[in-house]
């Protein structure tokens, strides 16, 4: 008796305590309506009131003709001090300091919207081997030749002086089964320390400082995906983090004016941080976060030309997902230690911005996660590789129109530590194309690759494919 009499009571308060926060949220959304009429009234009234007045005219005054006989001298009189009417502009200014004073501390006044598609189509012609495989590219396949590669949307703003959010989602995100879903791509703030915003955390989900190629938006990249050899250290380029960025404000400005001449954006002159290794949307698996550091400084020569050197590493422990294979018969899974293994790099950055020949480079060594050749383990083996990719930018007087031909030779030898057993990876490719933009929001970009050697790492036994060819062709649209 007394155990249900407990109950009843425990219930009762729990029935209150959420029938109060009910009533506590009913309040501050009828808050939240009353302030949305208001400003909206506020609108209206502005509007109304800028219709009025442009409909007003001065009427004309008419002429008095009086003769000259009967004009006597007057004695002067200073004129009296009258108050002038204000003006039609000014009173639209003084509405529009109303409206703008109201509207100054709602939060959607402060976030902006943006984002871009890509719709693409491949195809592969000829090779020698089994199927041509492009991981980070699904249109490369047989039987999915046309998709959308990428839809993302992006809300940012400035929501304080020392807070800036950023999220990023991708309408077509893979979660590596069949189907495509909508995918957190970024979701972090940066909390600036000093007004300049010179220094500053960014924490959450977030592009990791390493590689130029990495950092560098999609949207913004002639060639359809990045390079595997810079790729291959962070898969997605993402991952859960924290970090510290520095740069001074002649170093963000230049960074910014970077962008139209396909800049990889502003990830300071100097990054140091943490992050959990295992790549976006994954949890960590051992408990052993990766530490990363970056410098990199965009120069400015006097003849007003741009470039860019950078230095970046990391480290940290890996724990590639093992896979059942079968060899000669037996069925084989190869075993990892239980905490990972080594998985570390050092990577140079070059990049002569496009002013309008321009040229980019980047190289990186270490050790990874890699397969051994009996099958049986995964251990920290060496790799190594890079890129260089020379492109040209010519941009119809205005700026409205723009052509982008590139040319990329990428190559890479090492573990593919986000596939399952990390089998070795080798890729030895040529990339050929330009982007076209008639207008800002719609740019065309025709490629040819010639891949003189790709390992297939997603299904054993791990074949080669050699000397294929394929097309492909790309619409993205910004908005």
């Known amino acids: 008796m007394k155990l249900a009499t407990v109950v009843v009571v425990v219930v009762l308060c729990w029935s209150s305590a959420v029938w109060a926060q009910s009533e506590e949220i009913e309040r501050l959304t009828r ?81 902006s919207i943006r ?26 396949n047989p039987n999915e030749s ?40 970024d979701l972090y703030g940066d909390i600036s320390l000093d007004s300049k915003k010179e220094f500053r955390f960014r924490i959450g989900q977030s592009k990791v400082p390493y590689g130029w190629s990495n950092m560098q938006s999609s949207s913004n990249r002639g060639p359809f995906e990045r390079a595997d050899s810079i790729n291959s250290a962070a898969e997605g380029e993402r991952d859960y983090g924290a970090y510290f960025m520095w740069a001074p404000s002649e170093a963000r400005q230049r960074f910014r004016d970077l962008g139209p001449l396909k800049g990889s954006g502003d990830y300071g002159v100097v990054a140091l941080g943490i992050y959990a290794g295992q790549g976006p949307n994954r949890p960590d698996l051992n408990g052993i976060v990766h530490g990363v550091g970056r410098v990199s400084y965009p120069f400015k020569t006097s003849g007003g030309k741009f470039f860019e050197l950078g230095l970046q590493a990391y480290h940290g422990k890996f724990v590639t997902q093992p ?110 194309g330009f982007e076209f933009a008639p207008w800002p929001e719609i740019e065309i970009t025709p490629l040819y690759s010639r891949t003189f050697r790709r390992t297939r790492t997603g299904i054993f036994p791990y074949d080669v494919t050699k000397n294929a060819n394929r097309v492909g062709i790309q619409v993205q649209w910004n908005y």
Do not use: C
């Open 323 to 432: 896979q059942t294979i079968t060899v000669g018969g037996a069925s084989i899974t190869p075993t990892i230690p239980l905490r990972g293994v080594i998985d570390q790099r050092v990577g140079l950055t070059a990049i002569w911005y496009p002013q309008p020949l321009g040229i980019e480079t980047e190289w990186n060594i270490g050790r990874g996660p890699e397969l051994t050749s009996d099958f049986r383990r995964i251990e920290s083996s060496f790799l190594n590789g890079g890129y260089v990719q020379v492109n040209y930018l010519y941009r119809k007087q205005g700026g409205q129109t723009f052509l982008f031909p590139f040319a990329r030779w990428n190559y890479f030898d090492g573990g593919r530590k986000f596939a399952r057993n990390a089998p070795n990876d080798r890729v030895n490719e040529l990339d050929l």
């Open 115 to 140: 984002g871009y598609t890509q719709f693409r189509h491949s195809n592969v012609y000829s090779e020698e081997g089994p199927p041509l495989e492009i991981p980070a590219d699904r249109s490369v």
């Open 31 to 111: 808050v939240v309506n009353e302030q949305t009429r208001e400003i909206d009234e506020l609108k209206t009234q502005l509007t109304r009131i800028e219709r009025a007045l442009s409909t007003i005219t001065p009427a004309p005054q008419p002429a008095t003709v009086v003769p000259a006989a009967l004009v006597t001298p007057a004695r002067t009189i200073p004129p009296a001090q009258t108050t002038q009417a204000p003006t039609t502009q000014q009173l639209l200014d003084q509405q529009k300091a109303v409206v703008t004073q109201a509207l100054a501390s709602k939060w959607y006044e402060k976030i």
């Open 146 to 185: 046309i998709l959308i590669r990428r839809g993302r949307l992006v809300f940012s703003g400035d929501i304080t002086n020392h807070l800036t959010l950023y999220a990023q989602t991708d309408f077509n995100g893979s979660t590596g089964a069949a189907d495509f879903s909508l995918q957190m791509r």
